[in-house]
């Protein structure tokens, strides 16, 4: 519940708190979603690394084409996206409602597309015998720990693009406000930034040398 | 926008309808309740599991009448296998640790209490906070739910060390179903409690009505704040751990199998995972758990011994900042737990360095404690009691700790009942002090009734000197080499322990038994007790200034003003022997440190 809806309910209460932060509820709650969220990111990526470090046969199977230029193409999408959520967030804050909606939906479909490049990607890996357990390289647990680490992340993206479609059509029929749009907006920023944990440490450490 | 309508709600009149009012409610006070109905039947499944165990410790024979009935395998004809045993035992430190001490000092008096402590009509988000109590609800469910599935419940303990706890069914009973049960009843446990953090950590810093700034909050309110600072990172590790167990019970994946593992003369298919992973997620979560379990008791008591002792701690910042101390080392000391597991040995020096750091906010806290006691006027009651006899278990569970931060020393001490003694005493019987004390200070609050004194006292005396019986003899035990998570001390060795053996299962039984008091007094205060004032304990915080029990929107069309610190007694220049939160009334304090 933002600050401002709690003038609309009650106008004698927000002048009654005192909030000396003065960070709205619903961004202070969003900030500490990051922050336990980016604890669990944190967590799968230290365990990712820990079983690099002891598994003497880690395969490093990723050539430049495809799969870095693969990664390259996704991490150019998402950047993009994270320019126009921020664009989205700016127009929203000046009122501009409908420029503010092209962005948001811009996102999405960013979002969406940087879903599709990755689900190919897993489509071809899965086609060349990766699997959770097995693959045809090396250690067995390559496949487990990069499609738990990037599926990870995938969910956070597809559920991003879910609340962006949600949040922006509610925020055209007026029933959440630029201030939601900025919350939003931290949490694809967050997903944005996850992502260039994800590139040097699950692709490019394991580039063919 | 949905959130906003329960919040206009809330403003007016509680929902309609009894699904709505008792048991999907909004409002953080049934919530709370519920959390607490939630604790009170897992400790009373808890501790049955405990005198089952107990009784065939010192009996290895004994047939226990009806046990059959749990486990036709598990129990034939009423007497534990050896796995059984280990099976109740793995649900007995599961339900006490999640379910019983995670859940009633934090999340019960929590959501009850925060809220109106620090003037607020509700959390913020009282979705969330329902959602909050329903996941852990069906967390409780899926877990208890392995006792009924073919193999029983797992046997790999609370801690789920790996392989064990991952190869599945071929590990042993309990290890195939019963374990995958337990991985997801904790994910959703997780999922639970960082809702309730969420809602603790906005409603202390946004929803503080006016002049109650961060100094002027409660020590209750600062303790449930930094517990959630806690859960908020520590249950986001917990929970990919148990994800990841779960994927290599149902994916195949081996996170946490070694390769080459032969388990009953078959090789496992696994291979290349890390058993050392599991230790290092489940500690990073374990040792925060432990100061979730505690920090809040230390909040209650402080709480509680202030206002029957009619003054300040001797400092509340200092108060303050060694219990967030602690929250900040309880990250960095968790490897004090894996000194024998096989890392790298001087992994055990850089943690135990920190452990002993530990020691020093926890000596700070007790210092003050004693230091604020010494010389004051205690009323005796049993809120007070039960306070001091935290204070008594934490320092005497605390003391062994010292020797276990050692990796020299708890090279022989660990997995013995050394270890068992120091966090029986330190964590579950001084955190369950804690909820004794919190239930008989704001049971006058929550239902407008007194509980009745006389019975309170006898079951204090007859829950701490049993305490004590129950698990001081653990640590004598455990010097002497009696190893832990056995179920039965056959060993020639081991057979001069036995007598000691029955002692305690004598004890266990009369300390479980003794609980009937309490249960008694709380059923029976409810409906009959003395009815009780606004504020029977002339107390100062805010949730004492509202009618017992509370109405729906807690301080009703007022808006609360606070113009002190939280614990102004024996002031100068008051009217009385106290001066309430929100009382205007000017008084010439030095205490108002502002
Ligand atoms: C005075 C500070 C403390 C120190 C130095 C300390 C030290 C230790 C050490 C070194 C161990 C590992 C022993 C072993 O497994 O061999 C341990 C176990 C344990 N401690 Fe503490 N501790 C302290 C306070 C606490 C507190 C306050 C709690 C709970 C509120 C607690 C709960 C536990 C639990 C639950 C275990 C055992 C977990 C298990 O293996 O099942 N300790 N402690
Ligand atoms: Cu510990």
Redesign the interface.
């Known amino acids: 519940?933002s600050q401002a809806?709690?003038v609309?309910?009650?106008p004698?209460?927000h002048t009654?708190?005192?909030?000396?932060?003065a960070?709205?509820?619903k961004k202070?709650?969003m900030w500490?979603?990051i922050?336990?969220?980016a604890?669990?990111f944190?967590?799968?990526l230290v365990?990712y690394g820990?079983?690099r470090n002891?598994?003497p046969n880690w395969p490093t199977p990723f050539k430049f084409s495809p799969t870095v230029l693969n990664a390259m193409a996704m991490t150019f999408v998402l950047i993009t996206s994270g320019l126009t959520m921020f664009l989205g967030v700016r127009a929203a804050k000046s009122t501009d409602k409908k420029m503010a909606l092209r962005w948001v939906y811009l996102t999405a479909l960013l979002g969406a597309v940087f879903a599709l490049l990755h689900l190919r990607e897993w489509l071809g890996m899965i086609h060349a015998g990766v699997?959770?357990?097995q693959n045809p390289w090396g250690?067995?647990?390559f496949g487990?720990a990069f499609f738990?680490v990037t599926g990870?992340h995938l969910l956070h993206v597809v559920s991003g693009v879910v609340a962006l479609v949600a949040v922006g059509s509610?925020y055209n029929r007026g029933?959440?406000n630029a201030d939601d749009i900025e919350v939003l907006g931290l949490y694809w920023h967050f997903v944005d930034l996850v992502w260039m944990f994800v590139v040097p440490f699950v692709y490019l450490m394991n580039v063919a040398r | 926008?949905h959130?906003?309508s329960a919040?206009?709600l809330q403003?007016h009149a509680p929902p309609p309808g009894f699904v709505r009012k008792h048991i999907f409610s909004l409002d953080h006070k049934v919530i709370g309740e519920q959390y607490y109905g939630l604790a009170l039947l897992a400790v009373l499944i808890g501790m049955v599991l405990s005198w089952i165990m107990r009784l065939h410790l010192a009996w290895p024979d004994v047939h226990i009448p009806g046990l059959q009935l749990l486990s036709k395998n598990g129990a034939p004809g009423g007497v534990l296998t050896p796995e059984y045993y280990l099976q109740l035992m793995t649900m007995h430190g599961t339900i006490m640790v999640f379910f019983v001490l995670t859940t009633a000092p934090f999340a019960a008096f929590g959501n009850y209490f925060l809220p109106i402590q620090v003037g607020a009509e509700d959390m913020?988000?009282p979705r969330f906070n329902m959602m909050s109590f329903w996941v852990t609800f069906v967390s409780f469910c899926v877990a208890v739910a392995a006792f009924f599935v073919p193999d029983g419940p797992p046997l790999s303990g609370w801690t789920a060390y790996a392989p064990l706890s991952a190869l599945g069914a071929i590990a042993g009973p309990g290890q195939g179903m019963g374990q995958v049960l337990w991985a997801v009843s904790i994910a959703i446990f997780c999922v639970g409690q960082?809702l309730g953090?969420?809602n603790f950590?906005?409603t202390t810093?946004?929803?503080?009505?006016?002049?109650?700034?961060?100094m002027r909050l409660p020590l209750t309110v600062w303790a449930w704040f930094i517990t959630s600072c806690m859960g908020?990172?520590a249950?986001?590790?917990l929970?990919?751990?148990c994800i990841?167990l779960f994927?290599d019970h149902v994916?195949?994946?081996?996170?946490f199998i070694p390769g080459d593992l032969v388990v009953s003369d078959t090789l496992q298919p696994?291979?290349?995972?890390?058993t050392l992973?599991w230790q290092?997620?489940f500690w990073?979560f374990g040792h925060p758990e432990v100061y979730i379990a505690i920090v809040p008791g230390m909040g209650i008591v402080s709480h509680v011994l202030i206002t029957n002792m009619r003054r300040p701690m001797l400092s509340h910042r200092v108060l303050i900042y060694s219990m967030g101390a602690l929250a900040f080392l309880s990250y960095m000391v968790y490897g004090h737990h894996m000194f024998v597991s096989g890392m790298n040995p001087f992994s055990s020096l850089a943690f135990s360095f920190p452990t002993l750091a530990i020691t020093i906010p926890s000596t700070i806290i007790v210092l003050i404690w004693i230091g604020s006691l010494y010389g004051s006027k205690l009323r005796i009651n049993s809120p007070s009691l039960f306070a001091l006899g935290f204070i008594s278990l934490f320092v005497s569970g605390g003391v062994s700790g010292f020797f276990l931060a050692q990796p020299s020393i708890d090279i022989i001490l660990h997995a013995t009942y050394f270890v068992v003694g120091h966090f029986h005493l330190v964590m579950a019987l001084a955190a369950t002090f804690g909820i004794f004390a919190g239930t008989y200070f704001w049971f006058p609050k929550i239902t407008g009734r007194m509980m009745n004194e006389t019975l309170g006292k006898i079951h204090f005396w007859f829950t701490f000197v049993g305490a004590y019986c129950i698990f001081m003899p653990f640590h004598y035990l455990g010097m002497a080499g009696n190893v832990r998570r056995y179920q039965a001390f056959v060993d020639d060795f081991m057979q001069p322990f036995i007598p000691v053996h029955k002692f305690i299962t004598v004890a266990a039984l009369v300390t479980g038994g003794a609980q009937i008091l309490f249960l008694y007094n709380l059923i029976y205060s409810r409906f009959r007790g003395q009815p009780a004032s606004e504020n029977p304990w002339q107390a100062t915080s805010l949730e004492w200034t509202i009618p017992s029990p509370p109405p729906f929107n807690n301080f009703g069309d007022r808006?609360p003003?606070v113009y002190h610190d939280p614990y102004q007694y024996g002031v100068d220049g008051a009217s009385d022997d106290y001066v309430m939160q929100d009382s205007p009334e000017q008084t010439q304090s030095v205490r108002d440190e502002k």
């Open positions: 519940m809806n709690v609309a309910v009650n004698a209460e009654e708190r005192s909030s000396p932060f960070i709205p509820t202070l709650a500490l979603f922050v336990s969220d604890a669990t944190a967590a799968c365990a820990f079983l002891g598994t699997r959770l357990f250690s067995g647990l487990a738990s990870l509610r029933r959440y | 926008m959130d906003m919040h206009a403003h913020p988000f960082l953090a969420l950590i906005t810093l946004d929803m503080r009505c006016k002049g109650m700034s961060l908020l990172t249950f986001a590790v929970l990919p751990a990841l994927l994916a195949g994946t081996s996170f696994h291979a290349g995972g890390s992973l290092h997620l990073f808006i003003v």
